[in-house]
């Protein structure tokens, strides 16, 4: 009943946003739904290959970022243990619909629901905008995924619950409890509110989709299952790849919905603080 619960409310709030905003009108052709299903599946297929292929295109600057990136991680990494040891602390305030909500959120077969919901609305009422969202969701979810499904084997890094400490590695490791880096829950919960949230230009509507997004990550680190770097990892990973792939979907051969302003994300270090901005 829970997850029926979380798939109505969703499809309605997205119903009676898609039918009083402008920018979700009901495409007027007469493309067939096949036809339609074809197309998504391709621009699917190809945002994903696009996604995998990219760092062939990489200049100085984005190897400059990814080194900034990879050193800010390291060092927010050294404080893992005693924000573990706060987060704790925090477990027995934390409500338990909250947890359970974003235990659920992060779960694939929620997120696959969800965004079955959303497809499936656009497809049946030809609505560009929905299918486009979708395809962004689920193309993102796919590389990032699968970059976190392979990372977390590599790196058999243990989890906080394990009482192994925050620098335990093991790699190719089979156990469970040495799959912690990066987060799955996150990159799914984050992957879903950022692509959501980018097609709104309503900053409060924004704040409240990413607000639920959040839960997810937050959950994690309060239960135990992640490491603070665990759930950065999956958040900017997830941000990087759905920022990426609405790029591509943006460009005129893929899609004629036309895109909000996107954002733009880069890493900030300094030897106090360490960041992640956003330049409208």
């Known amino acids: 009943m829970k997850y029926l619960f979380y798939l109505s ?3 309605f709030t997205f119903s009676v946003y ?5 920018s979700f009108q ?5 493309t067939s739904v096949w036809e339609l299903l074809k197309y998504d599946a391709g621009a699917t297929v190809r945002s994903v290959t696009q996604a995998y292929t990219s760092p062939l295109q990489w200049d100085k600057k984005d190897f400059k970022n990814l080194s900034v990136t990879a050193i800010s991680l390291f060092s927010l990494s050294l404080a893992d243990e005693e924000m573990n040891r706060f987060f704790q602390k925090e477990n027995n305030r934390y409500p338990q619909f909250a947890k359970d909500f974003g235990f659920r ?3 694939p077969q929620v997120f696959f629901a969800l965004n079955a919901g959303i497809y499936g609305y656009g497809l049946l009422t ?3 905008a929905f299918r486009r969202t979708s395809v962004l969701i689920i193309s993102s979810a796919i590389t990032a995924g699968s970059i976190q499904a392979i990372s977390k084997t590599a790196f058999g890094r243990a989890r906080p619950s394990s009482g192994l400490g925050y620098d335990h590695f093991n790699p190719f490791s089979k156990e469970a409890f040495e799959h912690s880096f990066p987060s ?3 990159i799914l919960s984050v992957t879903m509110a950022h692509a ?3 097609q709104f230009d309503n900053i409060w509507l924004k704040l409240g989709i990413y607000s639920v997004g959040s839960i997810t990550p937050i959950t994690r680190l309060i239960s135990g299952a992640h490491w603070l770097t665990d759930v950065t990892v999956g958040t900017v990973l997830s941000i990087v790849v759905v920022d990426y792939i609405d790029k591509f979907l943006s460009k005129k051969e893929n899609y004629g ?3 909000n302003k996107t954002i733009s994300w880069n890493v900030s270090l300094s030897p106090n603080k360490i960041g992640l901005i956003g330049t409208f």
């Open 18 to 22: 898609g039918q009083t905003n402008d």
């Open 196 to 198: 959501i949230a980018k």
């Open 26 to 30: 009901k495409q007027k052709d007469s």
């Open 184 to 186: 799955g829950h996150t």
């Open 9 to 11: 409310l969703c499809l």
């Open 105 to 107: 959120l992060g779960k």
């Open 257 to 259: 919905y036309k895109k």
């Open 126 to 128: 030809k609505n560009e």
